[in-house]
């Protein structure tokens, strides 16, 4: 079926140092992928996005990037702060059936930025 | 702080009781969603709703009943839950569908307890 997959699962980086995520999608009309934080006993925040007409969008030290042809899309985080440890999630709309799209979450990725 | 707001933050109830989460956006999104997230894991749809109207039901038991009294306000009524529905409830809101490619805004959630 439809899916978003997301590696890896944990990161541990050194405060300072970057930090990528990557995400793969499988349904190639998807045209939309947000990036969401999720820190402790929060929602998930929306940070970045990036739309299919583009491929690569940037926010201070936020970027995210995205390969149509090989579907896959990636957030990039630099200079690393303790800050910055949290879960990040990627999505995509996925078809769902019936005309309807729906926006599907990847696993997650425990971010762990050492001091 | 959050433009979407969940009350109350948390919930404990027995099995027989009936309890209701509440969920508040005045960002004038016509689109409402609730998602249920486990531990550790992604959130996960329940119910999309599209201009007060129930749009999505993603096979979800009948314990669990939403209602959409306005544009602004969205409501999950709980009867009869089991230990297993215990999780984090969230509450998202968005301009139109999420899966036309619109940026979804999250609550911070209900913390529901099921002894």
């Known amino acids: 079926g439809e899916n978003v997959e997301q590696h890896p699962s944990t990161l541990s980086v050194q405060e300072g140092d970057s930090a990528v995520i990557k995400c793969t999608y499988s349904?190639?009309?998807?045209?939309?992928f947000p990036w969401y934080k999720q820190e402790l006993g929060k929602g998930p925040q929306l940070i970045i996005d990036i739309r299919s007409n583009v491929g690569e969008k940037k926010d201070q030290r936020i970027a995210v990037t995205l390969n149509k042809t090989a579907k896959h899309f990636s957030l990039h985080i630099t200079e690393t702060q303790p800050e910055d440890s949290a879960v990040y999630f990627c999505?995509?709309?996925?078809?769902?059936?019936?005309?309807?799209?729906?926006?599907?979450f990847g696993k997650g990725t425990k971010l762990s930025v050492i001091p | 702080d959050t433009e979407v707001t969940q009350t109350p933050k948390h919930l404990v109830m027995g099995m027989t009781n009936k309890k209701s989460l509440k969920c508040e956006q005045h960002?004038?999104?016509?689109?409402m969603y609730w998602y249920k997230q486990k531990a550790k894991k992604p959130p996960e749809l329940m119910f999309v709703y599209s201009y007060e109207k129930l749009s999505i039901n993603e096979s979800v038991p009948s314990r669990f009943s939403p209602e959409c009294p306005n544009s602004s306000l969205l409501n999950l009524h709980l009867h009869a839950l089991q230990p297993e529905d215990s999780a984090l409830y969230l509450c998202?809101?968005?301009?139109?569908?999420?899966?036309?490619?619109?940026?979804?805004?999250f609550g911070d959630g209900t913390r529901l307890s099921i002894l």
């Open positions: 999505a995509a709309p996925l078809y769902s059936g019936a005309g309807s799209y729906q926006l599907t």
């Open positions: 349904d190639s009309a998807s045209n939309y």
């Open positions: 960002m004038g999104h016509r689109a």
């Open positions: 998202a809101s968005s301009q139109l569908l999420a899966g036309q490619g619109q940026p979804q805004h």
